[in-house]
């Protein structure tokens, strides 16, 4: 199991940053995927970005050369960099851990989230 503490959100205006951190409850060298997913009212939750345990990212195309996800490894920590913020990023951020078992089986574990919004 892991737990994942999230912290950074908050309101900030159009064309602003913010820093999305999510802590975890152990090594994320040993998780095999982290990353973050949001998620709108009615709406599903929909990848943001993610980081493998080997450094390989993938981001969601509407977030590509404005969102960078990066981690502190000694500090347990992975964070999303925000930049050049829009109205339709605002959402609530969930940090995501995903473990796989040997038959590609995998098992997702969820933050509490925490609120983005971006409005002038």
């Known amino acids: 199991q892991v737990q994942l503490v999230e912290s950074g959100g908050g309101l900030v205006q159009p064309g602003g940053s913010l820093r999305l951190s999510c802590a975890a409850s152990?090594?994320?060298?040993?998780?095999?995927?982290v990353g973050w997913y949001r998620q709108a009212p009615g709406k599903q939750r929909d990848l943001v970005a993610v980081?493998?345990?080997?450094?390989?990212?993938n981001y969601a195309d509407s977030v590509k050369g404005r969102f960078t996800i990066s981690r502190d490894i000694s500090k347990n920590t992975v964070h999303l960099q925000m930049n050049s913020l829009k109205s339709e990023d605002t959402d609530v951020y969930y940090c995501?851990?995903?473990?796989?078992?040997?038959?590609?089986?995998?098992?997702?574990?969820w933050g509490q989230g925490t609120q983005v919004t971006v409005s002038s």
């Open positions: 980081i493998a345990s080997g450094g390989r990212t």
């Open positions: 995501n851990a995903r473990d796989y078992d040997l038959s590609y089986n995998f098992r997702d574990y």
């Open positions: 152990r090594s994320i060298l040993s998780i095999n995927v």
